[in-house]
């Protein structure tokens, strides 16, 4: 069975402090990576991840993807109280399924 | 916003009545993708359309869930009889087939259902 699997579930950190959150997957015919950050409306896209090793980088956020060991990992740094949310991950397949983890939900006190 | 239009956006109805949901996608994108969000969980794929095809649909979703999508452009998710397990938000998110945005959903912004 194809599944996502996004931790930790839950993090609080304070202002300025670094986070790291993981997703691992096992998906069968992998095309691409995605993260998405979603507030209280719909999910917002990030980044996508095709090839192993390739840091993708947007001001204070940045994405990897290791597709021997399927998993990615993104960075926040310096984090502000705006970069509380949900961040999701989804895997793509060569069929054009996307499939989702349950997210890891950031929340950061001023 | 992302040019993704879902409608209502909010749905509140009692057991066993049946709802309907319209989503708008962005006009050059021919998949189309419907998923339901639970509080606490990512969204759950539901169905999926390339133009006016419905190429798959999650064994999860029981008979009385149905979705079309008649001209290749707006699509409707109807629930039959719902219960209220079937509170959630649904969620329409569309794809291009070609161009620099290939791979990438953009989503609407949900029709929350609740089921009394």
């Known amino acids: 069975e194809d599944k996502v699997v996004q931790s930790p579930l839950s993090l609080v950190v304070h202002e300025g402090d670094t986070v790291t959150l993981n997703c691992s997957y096992e998906v069968t015919n992998f095309r691409s990576l995605l993260w998405y950050k979603q507030e209280k409306k719909a999910p917002t896209f990030l980044f996508m991840l095709?090839?192993?090793?390739i840091e993708k980088k947007s001001g204070r956020l940045s994405s990897i993807l290791d597709k021997k060991e399927l998993f990615s990992i993104l960075n926040i740094t310096a984090t502000q109280t705006g970069d509380s949310a949900i961040y999701l991950c989804?895997?793509?397949?060569?069929?054009?399924?996307?499939?989702f983890g349950t997210g890891t939900s950031l929340t950061v006190i001023p | 916003d992302t040019g993704v239009s879902q409608d209502p956006r909010h749905k509140i109805t009692k057991r066993g009545q049946n709802v309907t949901f319209r989503c708008d996608p962005i006009?050059?994108?021919?998949?189309l993708y419907w998923y339901r969000q639970t509080l606490g969980q990512g969204p759950e794929f539901l169905t999926y359309?390339?133009?006016?095809?419905?190429?798959?649909k999650s064994r999860l979703l029981s008979d009385r869930f149905s979705a079309e999508r008649p001209k290749g452009s707006f699509s409707t998710l109807e629930i039959q009889r719902t219960e209220q397990g079937d509170s959630a938000m649904y969620l329409c998110?569309?794809?291009?087939?070609?161009?620099?945005?290939?791979?990438?959903?953009?989503f609407g912004e949900g029709s929350r259902l609740t089921v009394l």
């Open positions: 006009s050059e994108h021919n998949r």
């Open positions: 359309f390339q133009n006016e095809a419905q190429l798959e």
């Open positions: 095709t090839s192993s090793g």
């Open positions: 989804a895997v793509r397949n060569t069929g054009n399924q996307f499939y």
């Open positions: 998110a569309n794809s291009p087939l070609a161009g620099p945005s290939t791979g990438e959903l953009f």
